[in-house]
């Protein structure tokens, strides 16, 4: 199996997904952290970043804020999201593994102003992609 995490320079879990640079990669054998490594997202972003896991065989997602798009087109690579995570990207793996890390079914962006279609603060448009598909 393998988990991605979205991930920042402190090692924390970057809380928004479609603007992640980099994720942690880990391979999980037999329960336990096999291995991991920290990849570039060569500038994908929003939906375009499930196919970009699901080629590297991505199976679970740990981030922060992801909106309604991201997630089905996740969903649709059969990948299974823990959105709304934060602290130490590491940790919420253990949690992950030891079944204690929280599954949120409908995780939200948390960088809006009001309900989903109204306007982004964090972009000063609809642009993020927290409102489903352009």
Not at 11 to 16: N, R
Not at 50 to 58: K, M, P, S, T, Y
């Amino acid at each position: 199996m393998k988990v991605a995490v979205t991930f920042d320079e402190n090692e924390m879990i970057f809380q928004h997904f479609g603007h992640t640079e980099r994720f942690k990669l880990y391979t999980i054998e037999d329960g336990k952290v096999a291995g991991s490594e920290v990849i570039d997202t060569a500038g994908a972003g929003h939906e375009a970043l499930a196919a970009f896991l699901a080629d590297r065989g991505v199976t679970t997602l740990i981030c922060g804020g992801i909106g309604p798009g991201a997630v089905n087109a996740l969903a649709m690579c059969g990948i299974r999201v823990f959105g709304g995570i934060t602290g130490l990207a590491d940790y919420a793996v253990e949690a992950l593994l030891n079944g204690s890390l929280a599954y949120n079914p409908e995780p939200n962006c948390d960088h809006h102003s009001g309900e989903h279609g109204e306007h982004c603060e964090h972009h000063g448009d609809d642009r993020c992609g927290c409102h489903g598909s352009h």
